[in-house]
Structures are given as C-alpha cells and as structure tokens.
C-alpha cells in the first residue's frame, strides 16, 4: 500500500521538482515527467513560449523585445522554461545566444539556471565563454557547477573551451611569515638600473638576503634569494656600504617596499613577469602600508629649494659626480641630433644667415633634442632620479648637491616650461654634444665611461 501511495504521487512530483542545470538534459523523456492531463496545456505553453522566442530574434528592437520576453519566461515554472530555451538553442544555435545570455544575466536565479541548461547544446565558442564565465563568477555554486557540466559537454564535443593559465607554484605557496629588518639601495645608473639589497628574517628562524635589481621603466627584472646567518649578512652588508661603485646608502624599510612596489606596478603595466624569487617575497618587500613621497623631501623643502635660483643655475655642478656621469647619453645615442644641430649652424645657400637667424636655428634644433630626449614619459622618470639621486648625496654627505639635484627635479615638473629652462638637463646635452665631437674625432677612450651597475 505504501509503495503504491508513492507511485500515485511521483507523477505531481516530478512535474515540478525537476530544477533546470542540477539534473541531466531534458530530452523527449521530460514530457513524460508531466502529469498526464497536464501535456497539452504543457505542450501549447512551450510552444507559444517557443514562437515569440522567435520573434524576439528577428525584432529590430531585440533589446527591448528580450527583456520582456525574460520577464514572460521568469513567470513559468522552470521545467517549461527550459523546455522552451532549450528547444529556440536546438533551432536556432548561435542566433539564440543574446536570449540564452540575458537570461543568464537576469537576477532571478531560476532563469540563469534554465539558460546555462539551453547553452550546452550550442555548440560554439561563444556558448563555451559565457559558460567559462558563469562557472568562475556566479553567485551561486549550484549554478558554477552546472556551467561547469555543461561545459566538459561542449568540451566532449570537440568545441574549444577556454584554458586558464597556471598560476606558477610560487605565487600559490604559502607565503612564509617574516619580516624584513634591513634595507639597503644603490644610486641609479644610466640606464635606470638600481640595485636593493634586504635582509629579511623568518618566523621560523634563518635570514635570506634579497639582491634586487629594478629598472625605473621594465620594473623588477632580477631577484636572487640567498640563505644566510644574521652575523654573514650584516659583515656583507659592511662589505657592500664600502664599496666605491656603485654607491650604496641604507634607507628606512618602509621606503624600500615603496620603491619595490612602485618597481613591480610597472611590471604589471606592462603585463611583463617578474622573477620567481620576486614573486615567492613580494608580498613581504614590495607592500607598503602607506603611499609615501619621495623620502629626500623629509630633511629637504621644495619651497626652500625654489625660493634660491641659484640652485638651478648651479645644478649642472652634480654631472660630474660618479652617480650621475654615466647619465650623459652617449655618442651613439646623441649623433642624429649632432648631425641636426651642426646642420642648424651651418650656412648652406647663398642667402646668408644673420647670426641672430643662425643662432635661433641652432637654438630650436637642441630644444627638439631636448624634447625628444628628456620630455613626455622621460621627464616623470628623470625627475624621479634626481630625487632619488638627492638623497644619495645626503647620506653621503654632500648637502648642497643634494639640493642642486632638487632643484634640477623640481623645475621638471612643470610640463609647460621648456626644458631649455633646465640648466641641469641643457648641460647633460652639451656634454653629450661635447663627447660626440671628441668620439669622432678619436679623442674619447670608451675605458673613460662610467659602466652599468650589476648585482654582486
């Protein structure tokens, strides 16, 4: 008697548990879930369901026309709107997929469900990205899962599905819990090389020391990690502030994670990878609580710096400390503009030139130099450098430099003032102009150049 009680039963069960996208596709066996006096009633529904699908489709207003057609289909119970979705996705293919789409963008749960059940017999990329989507970003894990089901579907049917990239296994690991307690950083050189030295100490006990290299356009391009005791990395550490070149000053360790992460955003920006051993630290060294300003600006007033002229006038004095020498563009790197600018002075027609015309061609052809060679996304980056560079002559005791070097950065800020203004970057063209003369005329020894910072 019970069993027969059950059997009675199952028929109204069947037509309205079924939930579209956590059972198997509906195929001709869904019609026989329906009571039985219920089929044609069922079966007209479907298709006027199925017709104004149709219409939609063709509809010059379709944005319109499918959001009330979604808002028709939200008021059916599910297993007849599946039925109707899945048989326009049978018809229609890719035609149906702005339907099957809005109602998987729809709010009501039941519908995104009922279309990621009709996406699965689409049978195209754009059916398998929607699904692909669906299955990382929706809100409910019941309706990931069935996106994902239908999506090994489409996969078994030989439709390309989309791949993620592996996340490399340093980037998954663990992060290990430590803290870094000393930071050191070199001078940047001209090619916008800068070295970082760290010590960061574990949780677990043991020190590895961080040798980073950073470029202040690719970002972190090199970082090996090395394990050492505390006693080894503070003797290298004594070892490397007494190097002559390049030159090395400690700076505070929360203005070394502000440099390294501004180092790894340009990394990002340009979609570029960054070293393992980066990676594995990064958010260690490279995460800082707070955004910071340049630190030179704590000990130096940029109003002091601007309210004395002379300063900028006398910025052309730092060209030729070892920090900042190799910052002259070489010969090779200057020769068109030389070409150009001799070619400016240069009388070649028979009108000839006042000198005031002569010097004005001249005048215009080294601002173009100037423009082409420190301006646009040159100027941020080289004013970035002098004020790194100011701090360096700070620590190293060189006070009046470090302000010279300010006030060189400071009068770049404004893009609207010529570079001409700049006594520093006019000099730092001059002398290039100057090397290239002495290069050509075989007066330069390339032993001379000040060469490009390495990792140790």
């Known amino acids: 008697m019970k069993q027969q009680k059950q059997q009675r039963k199952m028929p109204q069960r069947a037509a309205t548990a079924q939930t579209p996208g956590t059972e198997e596709h509906t195929t001709g066996e869904q019609a026989d879930v329906v009571a039985p006096a219920l089929k044609p009633a069922v079966a007209e529904l479907v298709e006027r369901l199925v017709a104004t699908a149709r219409e939609v489709l063709q509809s010059p207003n379709a944005e319109a026309a499918t959001r009330t057609y979604i808002g028709e289909l939200g008021e059916v119970p599910a297993a007849i709107g599946s039925l109707a979705l899945r048989q326009i996705a049978g018809e229609e293919g890719d035609h149906a997929l702005p339907l099957l789409e809005a109602a998987l963008r729809n709010d009501n749960p039941m519908l995104a469900s009922v279309a990621v059940n009709a996406l699965g017999l689409v049978a195209s990329e754009r059916s398998a990205l929607l699904l692909s989507a669906t299955a990382d970003a929706a809100a409910s894990g019941v309706i990931r899962k069935a996106a994902r089901k239908e999506l090994f579907r489409l996969r078994s049917k030989g439709v390309p599905t989309p791949t993620k990239t592996p996340v490399p296994r340093e980037e998954r690991a663990v992060k290990p819990q430590a803290t870094v307690f000393s930071a050191l ?95 594995r630290w990064q958010k260690v060294i490279a995460e800082p609580e707070t955004a910071m300003r340049p630190i030179v600006y704590e000990e130096i007033s940029p109003l002091e710096v601007k ?99 300010i ?35 075989g007066g330069l020894e390339a032993s001379r150049r000040v060469g490009r910072i390495h990792l140790p």
């Open 407 to 441: 006030a060189a950065a400071l009068a770049l800020q404004d893009s609207s003032v010529s570079l001409s203004a700049n006594a520093f970057v006019t000099a730092l063209l001059e002398r290039s102009l100057a090397l290239f003369r002495l290069s050509r005329e």
């Open 307 to 405: 309210w004395n002229p002379q300063l900028l006038e006398e910025s052309p004095d730092i060209i030729d400390e070892p920090e900042v020498m190799g910052w002259v563009p070489p010969p090779a790197e200057i020769e068109e503009y030389a070409r150009r600018i001799e070619e400016a002075g240069r009388t070649t027609s028979i009108i000839v030139l006042s000198p005031w015309a002569t010097q004005e061609r001249v005048k215009k052809a080294k601002e173009q130099a100037l423009e082409d060679m420190f301006g646009k996304e040159n100027r941020t980056a080289l004013k970035r450098r002098l004020e790194e560079t100011a701090y360096i002559f700070l620590r190293t005791e060189r006070p009046l430099h470090a302000k010279r070097a």
């Open 185 to 279: 950083a070199s001078h940047i050189d001209g090619h916008g090389d800068r070295l970082f030295e760290l010590g960061v100490e574990l949780a677990v006990g043991g020190v590895e020391s961080l040798s980073i290299m950073a470029n202040e356009r690719k970002g972190v391009v090199r970082c090996e990690a090395i394990p050492m005791g505390r006693r080894r990395f503070f003797s290298e550490k004594a070892t490397i502030l007494a190097e002559e070149f390049p030159t090395w000053v400690e700076i505070p360790v929360a203005y070394a994670r502000q440099l390294l992460h501004e180092a790894y955003q340009r990394n990002l920006a340009q979609a570029a990878g960054a070293p393992l051993d980066f990676l």
